[in-house]
Structure formats: structure tokens, C-alpha cells
T-cell receptor
């Protein structure tokens, strides 16, 4: 069945360093790939997304890259700050985006940024 | 409020009981999704509504789970004969239309004793 794998499961960086989280997906029909940030006791917050017709997208310190041939996509956070500490989830649309945009999520990456 | 609202925020009940979880989507959003998140895992898709109809309920784990959205706005997720394995955070998300970004509420933490 459809699957999204996310690595690493935990990531510790120093403030100001860059952080990279990688995901692979199995359904070649997936065409939408969002990233969410989740803080303790809160729901996931959308931070950036990318569609399959684009290879890269950037929003200030956050960027996402997509390689459809290899079926993987990555989140890049530059100049990390302590407030970036949270659990990050990648996701991919399932069933080729039919029936809305139901998503399948990775298992998450716990990012810790120390000052 | 401006975001997705879910009530109650916490629900504790005994095995075998019936529960209802409510979701108020962002005003004007036609698409509504329910997900379930177990500890240490990503959200898992349950059901998708476009307007009043359930367009895709393939993620519901069994027939004890049911959801409605009678007027195309508020949705209720209903669980009958609850089991301890149903304990999780139930998340609701909405989007302006299908194929648009989904925005999540803070969820209902359901605990079955």
C-alpha cells in the first residue's frame, strides 16, 4: 500500500545551523507534498507545501525540494532558532489526489535546536 | 475563531461507551477531513467530506466508526462500543476546496479506560 518514510526520527542542531529532513513516498501518482510542524498538545501547522510540477519552493528560512523520479522530497531549514524545536511531519497525497487531497504522513522528526 | 475548532479537547470514557467528537471547520471551507494520531506517529487518514457527502471513507477502521456533516459545515465523528485501542488524538482538518492546503485543529484526545 501507500507509504511515506521519513528520516531522521530525531535531529539535534546548534542554533544557527541548518537542518534537513528527508522523505520518500511509494505512490507514483502522489502530486502534493506538504510539511507540517507540530508542537506539544497542538495540531499540525502547515509550514510549506509543494506540488509535483515544481522542483523547489522557498519561504524565508524554509525550503522544500522534490525529485519525482526518485520519489523523494526534503525540508531544509536554515539559520535554525530555538523556536524551530518541534516535531516535523512530511506528507504525500494518496490515490493520486482523487477524493480531495487525503494525505499519508511520515512518522515525524523531532527537531531540537539548542542555543 | 479563525481556525478549526474541535470539542471537547479531552474525553475520557469507559470501554464499551459511545462517544461523539465535534469539528467546526474554518468558515467557508467546503472540504473536511478526519485523521487519527497515535502516540509517536503521524496522523492517519479516516474520512473526507466534500460538502455534506462523505466522498472517501476508506480510512475508517471498522463499522464502529461513523461521521456526518449534515449541513456542510460542522462535522461529528461517532464511535460506538469503544475499545481501548481507540485511544488516540482525533484531528480534524479543513480546506477551502479539495486539492487545497489542509489546516488542522488541535484535536480531541480520547482515552478509553
Amino acid at each position: 500500500g501507500e507509504n511515506v518514510e521519513q528520516h531522521p526520527s530525531t535531529l539535534s542542531v546548534q542554533e544557527g545551523d541548518s537542518a534537513v529532513i528527508k522523505c520518500t513516498y511509494s505512490d507514483s501518482a502522489s502530486n502534493y507534498f506538504p510539511w507540517y510542524k507540530q508542537e506539544l498538545g497542538k495540531g499540525p501547522q502547515l509550514i510549506i507545501d509543494i506540488r509535483s510540477n515544481v522542483g523547489e519552493k522557498k519561504d524565508q528560512r524554509i525550503a522544500v525540494t522534490l525529485n519525482k523520479t526518485a520519489k523523494h522530497f526534503s525540508l531544509h531549514i536554515t539559520e535554525t532558532q530555538p523556536e524551530d524545536s518541534a516535531v516535523y511531519f512530511c506528507a504525500a497525497s494518496i490515490r493520486g489526489g482523487q477524493a480531495g487531497t487525503a494525505l499519508i504522513f511520515g512518522k515525524g522528526t523531532t527537531l531540537s535546536v539548542s542555543s | 475563531g479563525a481556525g478549526v475548532s474541535q470539542t471537547p479537547s479531552n474525553k475520557v470514557t469507559e470501554k464499551g461507551k459511545y462517544v461523539e467528537l465535534r469539528c467546526d471547520p474554518i468558515s467557508g471551507h467546503t472540504a473536511l477531513y478526519w485523521y487519527r494520531q497515535s502516540l509517536g506517529q503521524g496522523p492517519e487518514f479516516l474520512i473526507y467530506f466534500q460538502g455534506t457527502g462523505a466522498a472517501d471513507d476508506s480510512g475508517l477502521p471498522n463499522d464502529r466508526f461513523f461521521a456526518v456533516r449534515p449541513e456542510g459545515s460542522v462535522s461529528t465523528l461517532k464511535i460506538q462500543r469503544t475499545e481501548r485501542g481507540d485511544s488516540a488524538v482525533y484531528l480534524c482538518a479543513s480546506s477551502f476546496q479539495a486539492y487545497q492546503p489542509q489546516h488542522f485543529g488541535d484535536g480531541t484526545r480520547l482515552s478509553i479506560l
